[in-house]
């Protein structure tokens, strides 16, 4: 059974950052696709950025690149996700995700999802 289990939302002003922690387990995670997505209220849930779990081909959407920075420690197991220059329209839950192939940018994507992590930027 895959688990994954995100960390380290909360509460920032606008221009502050916030890192991410995904742990999965279960899982060999080698040649697998991890992802963030969020999903505002009201709204679907979106790409973030992605990553090959053993290439680390890094992948962005357009609105968090520059700003986002998608990483992974094989050894823990664990992705990351380094948030700067927050802006308020980042409010959202942002999940991880994992897949064994696929659309890297498509929920339909990935077949396990962690619980989410809420994100709050104040303006």
């Known amino acids: 059974q895959v688990q994954l289990v995100e960390s380290g939302g909360g509460l920032v002003q606008a221009g502050g950052s916030l890192r991410l922690s995904c742990v999965a387990s279960?899982?060999?995670?080698?040649?697998?696709?991890m992802g963030w997505f969020l999903q505002a209220p009201g709204k679907g849930r979106e790409f973030v950025a992605a990553?090959?779990?053993?290439?680390?081909?890094?992948y962005y959407a357009e609105a968090v690149k520059g700003r986002f920075t998608i990483s992974r420690d094989i050894a823990k197991n664990t992705m990351y996700l380094q948030m700067n220059r927050l802006k308020p329209e980042d409010t959202a839950v942002y999940y991880c995700?994992?897949?064994?192939?696929?659309?890297?940018?498509?929920?339909?994507?990935?077949?396990?999802w962690g619980q989410g992590t809420q994100v709050t930027v104040s303006s």
């Open positions: 995700a994992t897949a064994l192939r696929g659309d890297y940018y498509d929920t339909k994507t990935y077949d396990y």
């Open positions: 279960g899982r060999t995670f080698r040649d697998y696709i």
């Open positions: 990553i090959s779990w053993f290439g680390g081909h890094t």
